[in-house]
């Protein structure tokens, strides 16, 4: 079950009893049904769900009532009890912990992996059996700054570079097409002209793309799913085996130094749905999940190991977890963007699905375990270690509770600090280059969970949310004792937080009553933290009518430049999607500059680019562009 179904679930039961809902929306019933899309849909692109799945919330919410999204908030008044890490060692965090290897010296321990495809097919068929056990079905699932006078994709960590839907070079604008099929590119040098277009493979659909190489090169990343029938494999040839197996996530890279005339430069392909991609150090790394299908030969590998660039891959490269875990793998492989035409390394880690952070040295990917009943239990944490391309297996940790996106996660002078919500509670740890618990602070914000998080070197900020809007700043600086340093309460949430410059923290989210009780619309709140034991909510604006910005569920949505001092971003409310534009200062606020209905497909998100002093709203086949002087339009294009 994906994560944002786990969170609208959850919304749901909590305040069903004081709501009348159809049958239909009865948390029992949304269970059922969300459960059974999940294994239909469990090839699906997570990235096409978004989309929908923010609408989806959205639309629930506001039909059942703001109440069932606020009722959750009035269980319990909370006056959260903070116990400092400097307790005992011995605790909720240690006890949970499971105890594995890591490294010794300068050697890869090489008991996560594989011996044999023997073995590996003993843990399939483990994990198979105790799925049947189980009877269960489901699918368990930072800035944008500029390069010269042009915006940047938003992305999750400083340095490491991840696709998008649309990009530029600071003249053309490179857009994904609303049928997955073209890349175009765009001449905006003085009105938007489309000039070139990179076509998907045949069969496969273009997901999302990168610029890359000093933007001479566009790299595209294609999928192309397919049912996995091994029914009568006795009488196939075994090329036909890998024809089935090859299917899946393509990268292929164009070189654009003509603009007019895209050159194929390489290609690669590897098994599995694609997930996300980072790059990072010259290489794209590469992520696709693959299961394992029901009818799987034994005799045959070529069934249930997955393929890389149309080799099976080695024993020694797949990751088996302690104990059994799940029949699909998550497959990454490291790509030389010098020598786009071949894979530099592959690692596989069975799994049943998760997400990942990437730090500019290490890959941390988390997946959650949940029970029959829909309840959380505790979440598996695997570090891969990356560089130049070389991919290893460092460590693995059990430990309770969940991260609720990957803002939540950070890595900081060699340690990793998290915020988890964890039953009725929520907790800081800090974990050592082993993945060994070195610092805690556990019992933070009783009945609440964590809505956003951020960190900044040595101080972290995350908000909780119930009735009021915790906004938490934790010291960080000394990883064995962490400490909350201050607990600003406010009405509200915020989903997303931003660093707006050195002082200022932005956060992006929702506005209620006092009592919890009623969503008045989209908040901004700038947040004071230049004391940080003291953080002040400066300012705050809120867009009356507005219930939901992409932003919640898409950071790459947000456009936000300290230096031009602009957050712009997508959002509906009874209206239509629009488009918003905002300035900020300290004397007057926010101030809202532009305010424009997005035209184009629901099949993507909207972008907004901006060159030098033009702001171009992209939504598949359909660009806008806007005076940042005066925010009229000024042009229009259509793919």
Request: glycine letters at 6%; aromatic letters at 10%; one cysteine or more.
């Amino acid at each position: 079950m994906e994560k944002r179904e786990q969170d609208l679930l959850y919304k749901i039961e909590v305040g069903s009893e004081n709501v009348v809902v159809p049958d239909s929306l009865k948390p029992e019933n949304m269970k059922k049904k969300l459960e059974q899309c999940a294994w239909e849909e469990r090839r699906r692109k997570r990235r096409r769900q978004w989309k929908f799945a923010g609408a989806a919330a959205a639309g629930i919410v506001l039909v059942a009532g703001i109440t069932v999204y606020q009722n959750r908030t009035r269980m319990v008044k909370s006056d959260s009890a903070v116990i400092n890490s400097a307790d005992s060692s011995e605790g909720v965090v240690a006890k949970s912990v499971e105890k594995c290897p890591v490294n010794k010296g300068n050697q890869e321990n090489q008991k996560y992996y594989a011996k044999s495809y023997k073995e590996i097919r003993k843990y399939i068929e483990a994990s198979k059996k105790e799925e049947t056990a189980k009877g269960s079905t489901k699918e368990q699932l930072l800035c944008a700054d500029a390069t010269g006078d042009y915006s940047n994709t938003n992305v999750r960590q400083e340095g490491v570079d991840e696709a998008d839907v649309a990009k530029t070079d600071g003249r053309y604008l490179y857009v994904l097409e609303d049928d997955g099929d073209y890349v175009s590119i765009v001449d905006t040098k003085t009105s938007m002209k489309k000039i070139s277009e990179i076509k998907a493979p045949k069969d496969e659909t273009i997901e999302e793309f990168y610029l890359t190489e000093k933007n001479k090169k566009v790299v595209i990343i294609c999928s192309n799913s397919s049912d996995d029938d091994y029914e009568g494999v006795e009488d196939v040839t075994r090329s036909s085996l890998i024809s089935k197996q090859t299917e899946g996530t393509r990268v292929v890279t164009y070189d654009v130094q003509d603009k007019k005339h895209p050159k194929k430069a390489g290609e690669v392909s590897q098994n599995g749905e694609y997930e996300f991609s980072r790059i990072s150090d010259g290489y794209l790394y590469i992520f696709s999940n693959y299961w394992v299908a029901e009818n799987w030969k034994k005799k045959h590998p070529s069934t249930y190991i997955p393929y890389v660039d149309g080799d099976l891959m080695k024993a020694k490269d797949i990751c088996l977890p302690e104990g059994t875990k799940g029949c699909m793998y998550e497959i990454v492989s490291s790509i030389n963007l010098k020598h786009p035409d071949k894979i530099a390394d592959s690692k596989a880690i069975f799994s049943e699905g998760g997400d990942a952070y990437v730090s500019n040295k290490n890959i941390y990917y988390y997946e959650e375990e949940w029970t029959g009943n829909g309840k959380q239990e505790k979440t598996l944490l695997r570090k891969l270690s990356y560089k130049k391309g070389k991919l290893a297996v460092v460590a693995q940790k059990t430990f309770k509770g969940y991260l609720n996106d990957s803002f939540s996660i950070d890595e900081y002078d060699g340690y990793l600090r998290m915020v988890v919500t964890r039953g009725k509670t929520n907790a800081v740890y800090v974990l050592d280059q082993k993945l060994k618990l070195t610092g805690k602070i556990t019992n933070l914000a009783k009945d609440e969970r964590v809505y956003s998080a951020r960190f900044l070197g040595d101080t972290g900020y995350f908000v909780t949310y119930k009735e009021t809007d915790p906004l938490f700043s934790v010291d960080l600086s000394n990883p064995k004792n962490p400490k909350i340093l201050g607990r600003l309460k406010i009405p509200g949430f915020s989903n997303y937080l931003h660093f707006y410059g050195e002082d200022k923290l932005l956060g992006i989210g929702m506005d209620v009553d006092k009592k919890g009780d009623v969503t008045d619309g989209v908040k901004l709140s700038m947040f004071d933290i230049s004391d940080k034991k003291n953080v002040k909510e400066e300012h705050k604006y809120t867009l009356k009518d507005v219930y939901s910005t992409d932003v919640e569920w898409d950071y790459k949505a947000a456009l936000i430049d300290v230096e031009k001092n602009i957050i712009g971003f997508p959002a509906g409310g009874e209206n239509r999607q629009m488009y918003y534009l905002f300035s900020y200062t300290e004397e007057k606020g926010f101030q809202c500059n532009m305010k424009e209905k997005i035209y184009g497909s629901d099949a993507l998100s909207t972008r907004g680019i901006y060159i030098k002093d033009r702001l171009y709203v992209i939504n598949g086949n359909v660009l806008k562009a806007y005076s940042l002087k005066t925010y009229k339009k000024v042009d229009d294009c259509l793919l």
